[in-house]
């Protein structure tokens, strides 16, 4: 993530920026605010602003006058109440923009979020670097034999080796193509005079998913979670996994009591369904129960073994 | 509107806090937060925040990595460009959070715009205020012949003061049989202890719909205009209109330049069918049109007349 | 709920009809197409038109070029995997449309749920019947003490008897204020020719929260098991609990198999906490766990160990 | 698009179905029902499932008992109307679903639209064909030089036969590639057995942007419109206007009444901003007016001479 000299300077004169404001404000978000938090190679988060902070939360379930906060011991207490019973109306109180740069396939990922406001960089109008994607060595996994849609063992020697080059000629020749096509110098004019360059909005289709785009992207606390809660999840891909933790953290510093509620009710919760819980019910009762007498399936009995620290 | 004086404490607070922030701010928006600006008889609305201003917009149009913002002139002509062309993401980028205390019918019209986060006092979990809203004298109307969903002239004398004491007689005695059926004193005792007091919310259902309610609003400045484009519009009720109207004023504090624009390009501008440009083009090139020859309908036409300053 | 004739003979019309189609059909959901099934005392759902069934979710979640349902037991596999894992996006591709009779105060909650597409009867437009909700005897329950949303024991002998007398009478005076404001006979002439009749949009205003209103909602399926999960709760309020049980029996006919899975794994799932799963994982290695241990509030304790059978 | 046999007879078998419904149906799009509309040099759209018609419209803004519909005239009359002045909620009433193959950047722009819902065939779980677009030679423009975001002149001769060439020497490599690292051949086995091939969530990113991929896509009248309306302008980028176009051929079928007034009062009609409309009175008044005196931009003054006619 090599920020331009001129792209340090606009985000250095951004943060020097300091104005009296009579709205919540949170110093432990403020701290950070415009800076680029590294994720993958290339990509990075930065949290552009923010509405409201954890008493926004109490005040608008309150629908209160004034700030509507209390006793700390109170607020996270109705906090709490409000994750756990799916209040979420007063979680969209608070609103978090940000700019992220992330490669193509991530961004097809994330954008299936359709509760969000975004503003994507324009390859139709303008030129994308030349910046892609290249996994980190212990992130290079083999298909997953046991689950479709998974990764298996770390590559390693050779065939990591192969795998690596080939993904990174296969974008260096994409942006070779794409840069010959739209035939321009640095300042824009014909490199080769004899023909006009190709429209970007064609010579886009040349580049491979793993280049970077970038785009500004807000929304609520409440989607925000929802977003995280799949994406910052086990199941997820690798590599929006990694923008989810990094978003956790900046989620941590604005709203600390709604961060905490949300792990301890959704992140690391758990759902059992109603013949897991008839399970769970009979082991207690000292019944010695059996996939077999479960009534579950034998994936979903590996999963409750699990959950039950029986695996 | 009268405030408690434990309202009006509350609010007097929530101004007096000064924060340094990094985020954009808005001085002229800044100086009127909290404040209570009266609708209605009863009613209010009161910006509580808000997220990002002008600046904002050209920010992420420009998805840049500091302000963005340029000379005020290239800003104004970047925002006039996407209002026209109907860029509308880059005005989702800002946000903005209203109280709003307004009548149940009033609520009702409103709550039909979908993409806004709402939390609303909740009369199964709380008792309601007596203030019902009844129309000042000049809002009285009769039921307009022409039109079917619209006012005709105002009421006046023995009619007017018929309606009048109905409408109140009718929310005074709408309201103390909600009190009784709670059965409840100022401390929240039975005041007949030889019963326990119907459920809030079953009691509720005997209010009428000019009871007032309240609610926090929150929504992006490009559904915001889509709302004050429907509602600040002269077919739009009345009573909504009073709200969008007060409403409109923040945005010209807030956004002046997207402010600017919406007036221009929406909320005076006119859509021509095909047919009325057809017809435009006719009358411009000499020819004298009439309704008949027009392919308009006579509504159609006496509108385009009204537009074309021949009405 | 009593249709008019030419009420019954529309929906008698209706579903005497019988047009071919390729589209999916689901007989047993077809057999009650155009019925109104009551609800309360006026109030109905009728199934009004759908779209796909459970081979749709298939279908869709293949991306398919024909119906793409395998086997029963397959299909039934898939679905219930979509469901456990929260792969939502294969139930959006399944819709309905309700026409709904229901009291104002239960469609001021029902309207909260946004992903929907709505019409309602209106009346700025039109003129509501003399309808109003009253509850039957055993739905007019007291407050509730200990939890301030929700019901307590139901009223009986005279309280009952006043509470039903205060409602009924409250709603004919409204009715009858509304009528007079209106002035308007059957024919639409006004009753008393010396004054025109209030506005419709401002007469309304009149009608207390338990009259009866009309809408056309449609949604898809996804967005209908969230709303029945959150109306069909016993923590909803009884009122609109009962229009999401007539409901749940229309998705049962339509999609049996996603029904069934969302039963099991959503309605009468329960979700643990990350605190409480760790108190079930240390009850089942034989420790004995009491709440002052467990990391749990009082009422978190309390709710775990009704889960679990030990309450 | 060639199908292959499989795909052929499966869509043949779903055409070959006949049920009889008690639904609304529309002969004139059944016909087409499955079949797929070429796009393209490989897409195609598929119209897989709809809900409603002209009829549902009009049913839904009465709010009917029974089908609503009247006289063709008093239907048309009251669509154009809701059309005109934006009452948009009825035209959601009607849904419809299609099965769209189209290339990666085109559902790029095409996912921008939220108000819908979407199954995408999945490259973390399934082994995208080797299908990329090339564009026609009528379609291969330069960039355009007057505005940034467009294209220009046709590319002719030696530069085109280029162009051509490393799009299509460039796709061929990435598939290469591609198939390299997934290391599977047509039975799933290793094609090379020393390694077991890389994971496919991570082999996908070496495909560029013209690579096709297809989703399930399903949204409402409504929406559909505002999709076509930007979509099947002659600013949208020639490719997705190709999807568009198809799409409203299957409107002009499904919804004749809607697609007339889609069509005079929103695709061909133009909406003229407060100063333009002033412009218009005083050229009327026979007032000689130039930019100068229009208090337009040079760039608006150009726009509104071509709208009139002037150009």
Sequence with gaps: MPLTPEQQQEIAAARAAAHPTRRATVPALEEILYEA?????????????????????VQAARVSYGRGTRRVSEDRGLINYLMR?????????????????LPIFVARQWIRHRTANVNE???????????????APQHLAAQATSNRQGRGD???????????????????????GYSEMLNEDEQGAPRDPSWPGLAREL????????????????????????????????????EIRAYADAMLDTVARWVP??????????????TLSATAIAVVRRMLAGE??????SGLS???????MAVLGRG
Tied chains: 1, 2, 3, 4.
């Design 203 to 238: 010579a886009r289709m040349n580049l491979s998913l793993n280049f970077y785009t970038q785009w500004y992207w807000k929304t609520d606390l409440h989607n925000l979670l929802n977003f995280l809660s799949l994406r910052a999840d086990p199941h997820a891909q690798y």
């Design 85 to 101: 019973h799916r209040h979420t109306t007063p979680f969209e109180m608070c609103e978090i923009k940000y700019h992220v740069k």
């Design 257 to 270: 009591l709604a961060h905490a509620a949300f792990n301890e009710y959704r992140l690391h919760a758990t």
């Design 288 to 293: 010695a129960v059996d996939q077999a007498s």
């Design 154 to 176: 770390v590559l390693e020697g050779d065939a990591a080796r192969r795998v690596l080059d080939l993904l990174r000629d296969d974008a260096e020749r994409a942006y070779a």
């Design 37 to 57: 938090i590294p994720v993958l190679d290339h990509g990075f988060i930065r949290v552009i602003d923010y509405m409201g902070d954890d008493g926004a939360i």
């Design 298 to 304: 034998a994936r979903e009995w590996r999963e409750l």
């Design 121 to 135: 960089y324009s390859a139709r109008y303008s030129i994308l670097d030349k910046e892609f994607y290249i996994p």
